[in-house]
């Protein structure tokens, strides 16, 4: 029944050791989100894409990268992980209904 | 600047009592306006949004919330609160493109907990 399934659930990596996240859906939605949410902080938008296209927001960091391969999937990249970058990570999609559907979530760990 | 604010941070009610919210925009045009609930270490779940229209919004598990242009407020209200509701309720502000409202601005969130 999921429909924004994010894996892996929990995730450890070490400090500057790229990891990826991944974000697939199953409601054929055109557009997905990257959420940042640190402990005890609102969500904060990283990027999107509508369909292909890739937007960034202006004070996402460079150390932050996504792709999209194709509709169902997403992946968030890390290319150095510090100890900041420390939070859960939050995919969403939307459709033409306008109603934002999240996943779970990846709560990301770095050693 | 667009921004959303939740004055209270943490608001401890008792079961059965009623409930109420509160939340703040700051926003240039009209506002497309949304509550989440989200539940330790999980996704976000929208209770809610007002686009236009009636400016009293009937949302699941009984919540409603009331837009007031007036006060730039989005207060979201329940009259009788169930252990469960125990959580972390957002109010979140999106700013429109294209058509689809997605990009969201959140307030700092506000921690409910339920006396017995």
């Known amino acids: 029944d999921a429909m924004v399934i994010q894996n892996p659930r929990y995730q450890v990596t070490q400090f500057g050791k790229p990891v990826t996240l991944s974000c697939s859906q199953t409601l054929n939605h055109n557009v997905m989100y990257w959420y940042q949410q640190k402990s005890s902080q609102a969500p904060k938008l990283l990027f999107h894409y509508y369909d292909k296209d890739f937007n960034n927001e202006a004070d996402t960091p460079d150390n932050f990268q996504s792709r999209r391969p194709n509709t169902s999937f997403c992946f968030l990249d890390i290319r150095s992980p510090g100890l900041g970058d420390a939070a859960m990570y939050l995919c969403?999609?939307?459709?033409?209904?306008?109603?934002?559907?999240f996943g779970s979530g990846t709560q990301l760990s770095v050693l | 600047a667009q921004s959303v604010t939740q004055p209270d941070i943490h608001i401890t009610v008792s079961e059965g009592a009623s409930l109420e919210l509160r939340c703040n925009y700051s926003y240039g045009a009209t506002p497309y306006l949304f509550w989440y609930v989200q539940s330790p270490g999980q996704g976000l779940q929208l209770l809610l949004k007002?686009?236009?229209?009636?400016?009293l919004v009937q949302g699941i598990k009984g919540f409603e919330a009331e837009f007031k242009r007036s006060q730039s407020s989005f207060n979201l209200r329940k009259p009788s609160v169930h252990w469960s509701d125990a959580a972390e309720y957002f109010c979140a502000v999106g700013r429109a493109w294209s058509g689809n409202t997605g990009k969201l601005i959140f307030g700092q969130g506000t921690t409910l907990q339920v006396k017995p």
């Open positions: 007002y686009f236009s229209g009636d400016t």
């Open positions: 969403a999609t939307s459709g033409t209904d306008e109603k934002l559907f």
